[in-house]
């Protein structure tokens, strides 16, 4: 009892979790960042693809993408939520055993990813790859986690609900509804399923849950450790209370809006593409709102960059936040986007977010918190310069010749020559010319990882430092009740944290909703004359083999409507010819040419000799080899279960074609294979993988009544 009559009563924090996640934090991201250079360096040179099935490009890739977001962003997350919310809420956890739950939970399903992937298992969304196994098992992770902090909430000490909080609360909500969503599927065997959405639907449902989830997953929780470690690192209050709640409602309400904006020039309707559009030039504001909040929280203490260099890393990451977020609606307007996307522009971007913004504030974060954790001194501040000079010299290496290489791929796919033609006709000579950009590329990944290699060593260093038999830390705290607030409309509302989550919900409930209508009025964009014919089984079976080696992520499907596209793929693509697809084949990225209207274009021989050894009929070309696909057996039997699912989503397959599928697909193998025996190819492949995917690559464009 202190001398007003006030009880102090001790709070024990559970700062042991906050270590687990931290230390995690740092195992995955050493994982993300080397997957991320070999990836890097695949490119560069493709016989680092070694010719093995598990680590080729197209698969590791998303395993680097998982790795980076959910494993190393998404750790540092629950380190940072797990020991600031305690401190801000003045109270320990609501529950120690939900806490590991979630921790070994989180754990499991990061090293689930990283055996599924490498073996083909995936749905091919980015961002949202994982089977439903796995999605079953983050949708229980997350509620362990929702029902942990929201309880932690109710049982708070202080009744203010300060800044932080709230992004950790927009955050919790919008990953549970995007993830949802976006994961609802129809199993078809253990480790595949079919979305429900198919085409147009799907890409609108992807990049609502996809930009969302950089939105709510790397923005909006990084915002909150911001608002947390800034003023702490800095000993300065935040520079303003009244920007922070414009810049937090705001930013939830707008950013859920503007996924559309990654489908620019699509098939998608155009009212979906303009409002897109629209919204991320919108974001402008209150992104910039939260980068000036952070930076001017400073003020008065710039002289911390000489003496603790700790800051350098959260001004950097301020810096990089604001630099993407001016880039990231430039990107969306639509004549900009005519440039840049499918472009190594976008690659650009999103790392100079990803290393700059989500990288610089994780490492400050956690410089920050281990000495406090383990109670002892940095091991080494010279060590901690070092590392922020090697950092940023990578991240600016990466940004810069990612940038320059996409507008240069940009500016080579639109050129015509004086007599209108395609001034680079031909697709690999506007890859050759990038190629010494992707080892710049990889010089910077590497200068990252050393950085990353010497946090390693000087955190090791620290925690061996730290005194033995130590306790949970401690805060006294006065039982007064809760404190006076201002009777400020807001203050009132910081104190409801029901009612608080509820309009969090709200604001990105009313975009989600309109966004994501024409998924459910389709029909009015179907063409009746243009409808496509199913795929026949083969031809499935070889699309999923396409899915299974992440084709995906270097060719896409969807002509734009652009002239220099129409001259060198065809016509644009329309809204029919992918209403059965599943998942969706748009694409992101093209590291290699669009491949809408492929079907038929080059014979069977030439697919498979381009699929054992590319440069046999594309000289220069970076793309790996794939002997495994004429070795290994296609499943012909599991067909009847697929076209049985498709089915099931109103694909109008016949019963006798669905009753027999596999015989059907046996036959058209068959005559694949006759015609490959007949002009050179080995003996025995009509049961081989590489039929099937013949078999499909030659269907695109031969679907539908398109002229």
């Keep these: 009892m202190n001398t007003t009559g006030n009880l102090i009563e001790k709070i024990y924090y559970d700062d042991d979790i906050v ?11 050493a994982a993300a960042f080397l997957f991320g250079l070999v990836a890097a360096l695949q490119l560069a040179y493709w016989p680092l693809n070694a010719n093995l099935e598990w680590i080729t490009f197209g698969r590791l890739r998303p395993l680097h993408t998982n790795a980076a977001i959910f494993a190393f962003a998404g750790n540092a997350i629950f380190a940072g939520i797990y020991h600031s919310s305690q401190r801000l809420l003045k109270t320990r956890m609501f529950s120690d055993l939900l806490s590991r739950i979630h921790f070994w939970g989180w754990q499991l399903i990061i090293v689930a990813a990283a055996i599924t992937l490498p073996l083909g298992y995936s749905q091919s969304k980015e961002y949202a790859e994982l089977e439903w196994p796995i999605d079953i098992a983050i949708t229980v992770i997350w509620v362990v986690f929702a029902v942990n902090f929201f309880g932690t909430i109710r049982q708070r000490r202080e009744k203010h609900m300060y800044v932080a909080i709230w992004f950790y609360i927009s955050t919790i909500i919008t990953v549970a509804t995007l993830h949802i969503v976006n994961s609802i599927e129809i199993p078809v065997t253990l480790f595949q399923s079919y979305p429900v959405y198919a085409g147009i639907q799907d890409a609108l449902v992807q990049w609502w849950y996809g930009h969302n989830a950089v939105a709510f997953f790397l923005t909006t929780p990084f ?36 996924g559309p904006h990654h489908l620019l020039y ?9 409002l897109g559009m629209i919204f991320s030039v919108m974001l402008w504001a209150p992104s910039w709102g939260g980068m000036i909040n952070g930076l001017l929280t400073l003020k008065g203490s710039w002289h ?20 993407s977020t001016f880039e990231g609606p430039l990107l969306s307007i639509k004549s900009v986007s005519a440039l840049g996307h499918y472009t190594d522009w976008i690659v650009g971007h999103v790392h ?3 290393l700059g913004w989500n990288g610089m504030l994780s490492f400050g974060m956690i410089y920050y ?53 395609l001034a680079y006709p031909d697709f690999i000579e506007t890859v050759v010319r990038i190629v010494p950009l992707y080892w710049v590329r ?147 990225k093209r590291t290699g040419p669009d491949l809408s209207r492929l079907g038929k274009k080059y014979p069977n021989l030439w697919h498979y000799s381009h699929m054992m050894d590319p440069r046999a009929v594309t000289p220069k070309s970076i793309m790996p080899n794939y002997p495994w696909l004429a070795e290994k057996k296609t499943d012909f ?50 049961d081989k993988e590489i039929v099937a995917l013949i078999a499909y690559l030659q269907s695109l464009g031969q679907k539908g009544k398109v002229q």
């Design 19 to 29: 270590k687990k996640f931290t230390l995690a934090t740092m195992i995955w991201a």
């Design 223 to 258: 915002l909150g450790l911001m608002y947390y470690y800034v003023p702490k690192a800095a000993n300065r209050p935040v520079y303003s209370y009244r920007l922070s709640i414009v810049h937090f409602w705001a930013l939830v309400f707008i950013y859920i809006w503007a």
């Design 266 to 274: 699509t098939s998608l309707p155009e009212w979906a593409q303009t």
């Design 304 to 323: 911390l960059l000489r003496t603790e260099p700790l800051i350098k890393f959260f001004v950097a990451a301020l810096t990089f936040y604001g630099m």
């Design 352 to 354: 100079s977010g990803a």
């Design 369 to 421: 918190l281990v000495p406090r954790l383990w109670r002892t001194e940095l091991y080494s501040k010279k060590l901690l310069e070092n590392h922020f000079w090697l950092a940023l010299t990578g991240v600016l290496l990466y940004y810069i010749s990612m940038v320059v290489a996409g507008i240069t791929q940009g500016l080579m796919w639109l050129a015509v020559d004086k007599e209108g033609a």
């Design 442 to 588: 990889a010089l910077g990944g590497l200068l990252f990882l050393i950085g990353f290699i010497m946090m390693c060593y000087n955190i090791f260093k620290t925690v061996k430092m730290a005194p033995k038999n130590q306790e949970d830390t401690s805060a006294e705290v006065q039982r007064t009740g809760f404190d006076e607030v201002t009777k400020e409309t807001h203050r009132k509302l910081e104190g409801m944290g029901f009612t608080f989550s509820v309009l969090a919900f709200l604001a990105i409930a009313v975009g989600s909703v309109i966004e994501i209508y024409p998924t459910l009025s389709l029909h009015k964009y179907v063409n009746p004359n243009n409808i496509t014919d199913p795929y026949t089984p083969l031809e499935l079976a070889g699309r999923d083999i396409y899915v299974k080696e992440g084709c995906y992520v270097c060719h896409s499907q969807q002509i734009r409507p652009i002239a220099a596209e129409v001259m060198r793929y065809g016509p644009a693509s329309t809204v029919e010819e992918s209403m059965y697809d599943r998942p969706f084949q748009w694409g992101s």
């Design 637 to 686: 039997l599991v067909l009847r279960k697929k076209l049985s699912v498709m089915k099931k989503l109103d694909v109008p397959y016949d019963e006798d074609v669905i009753a027999n599928a596999d015989i059907h697909a046996q036959k058209q193998a068959q005559q694949i294979a006759a015609d490959l025996e007949a002009n050179g190819a080995p003996k025995g492949l009509a």
